[in-house]
């Protein structure tokens, strides 16, 4: 009952921060003026109430932010990219696929207007306009934009059923899902046969809907009794509700009386759902003997209730129809609540920078000296001193130190390789 796709995305690369110095006429020394680069977009899944289903990524599993803009000479500043929306259905639950174990749902988009970032942009680069220090006045050092996170995030489409059958246990809910719908229940002469909620799709002519049987709904359900508790949330998102008695029950108007008053309890919003009554098992002779008297003590309680035989399938197609015009009139509830914005962040940043050997060489992993070493011409002297001081910032002296290097001994980090002085 579910639709699914894997997609994979990608937030945007950072843009590069700039190397550059004022140049003006009555100014012969002008100051470090690189701009920083625009952060990347972030790639955000939101539910929009317009979107139907999952389709458009069957096409599109690839979703990509767009870049930042790399910083500019006059402390320019990159433009930011702009983050990617993707829509989909509100009810779409969202997981980062794992490549060892389990997935994990991130978020549950159960509103309209609901949104999860999935994958956070690259942070721009700084400029060198940001590394003048005393001592340094004209540095030649900045930063390349950060790569955008990729994850691979799988939605899922849980069916929200548009219809929910309620009544209580044994007045026939599973016959009548089994005999208008593809689905199986198991039916049996004994209550809490269903033991939870079971949808089923239903086409009426050109249309359609989902169906649910909402089990166990008993007296004092609101408090825990029988298995209807759990179940009463599932209706809330429904946008009305058959109601099921049984014609052979003593009284079939108190019966339906009684589980309206559960709804209530749980929820009032619950009691104001629209409700069609149907009155099941009109084949059993003792009840075709009653219909005149059923049909007035409904009246009297100001319902007008529709017969049917869920066995035979007498009354059931002008049941459904009557569902489906009901449905067309009535719009989609939507829970209250505030709009909640979601981040996820699978990978830890700002990671300590860390030491291993390959062969004589100390490989070094520290992301921000890295971005540096990437966004600077590293053959100027200059900047190989400024690169020191950089060193000891991020803390990777310390941790070169720890790791037993050397005068003359070879370090890598990135793509760059020198001899520790
Ligand atoms: N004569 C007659 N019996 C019916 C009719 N509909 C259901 N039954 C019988 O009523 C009993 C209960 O039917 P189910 O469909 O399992 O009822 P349910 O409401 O789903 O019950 P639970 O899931 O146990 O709460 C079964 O023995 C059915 O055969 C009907 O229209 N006429
Ligand atoms: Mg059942």
Known sequence: MFDRVEIVVTGGKGGDGSVSFRREKWVPFGGPAGGDGGDGGDVIVVADSTVTSLKAFKQKRYCRAANGRNGRDKKRHGKNGENLILTVPVGTVVSYKSQIGSDTIIADLEQAGEQVVVAKGGKG????????????????????????????????????????????????????????????????????????????????????FVLAEI?????????????????????VRTKMLIHLVDGSSSSPAEDRAKVNTELSLFDSALAKKPQLVA???????????????????????????????????????????????????????????????????????????????????????????????????????????????????????????????????????????????
């Open 279 to 421: 009155v099941n098992k009109i084949d059993l002779p003792q009840v075709r003997a009653r219909l005149a008297e059923i049909r007035d003590s409904f009246a009297v309680a100001g319902t007008r209730a529709l017969f049917v035989s869920a066995a035979t399938g007498e009354g059931i197609p002008e049941l459904m129809a009557e569902t489906v015009n009901r449905l067309q009139s009535v719009p989609r509830p939507e829970a209250g609540g505030k709009i909640v914005r979601k981040v996820f962040h699978p990978q830890p940043r700002g990671v300590a920078p860390r030491v291993h050997k390959e062969g004589d060489t100390f490989v070094v992993t520290a992301p921000e000296l890295e971005r540096i070493i990437a966004g600077t011409d590293m053959v100027s002297p200059q900047v190989r001193r400024e690169l020191g001081r950089h060193l000891v910032r991020l803390g990777v002296s310390r941790a070169l130190a720890k790791a037993g290097v050397k005068s003359g001994d070879r370090i890598r980090c990135g793509n760059f390789e020198w001899e520790w002085e």
């Open 215 to 235: 089990p166990g709904l008993i007296d004092g359900a609101h408090l825990g009794r029988g298995l209807g508790h759990d179940f009463l949330r599932h209706i």
């Open 125 to 208: 680069g700084l400029g060198n306009a940001h590394f003048a220090t005393s001592t340094n006045q004209a540095p030649r050092i900045a930063e390349k934009g950060e790569e955008g996170e990729e994850n691979s995030i799988i939605l899922e489409l849980k069916l929200i059923a548009d219809v929910g059958l309620i009544g209580y246990p044994n007045v026939g809910k599973s016959t009548l899902l089994a005999a208008v719908s593809a689905a199986r229940p198991k039916i049996a002469s004994y209550p809490f046969t269903t033991r939870e909620p079971i949808l089923g799709v239903v086409e009426v002519g050109q249309r359609s």
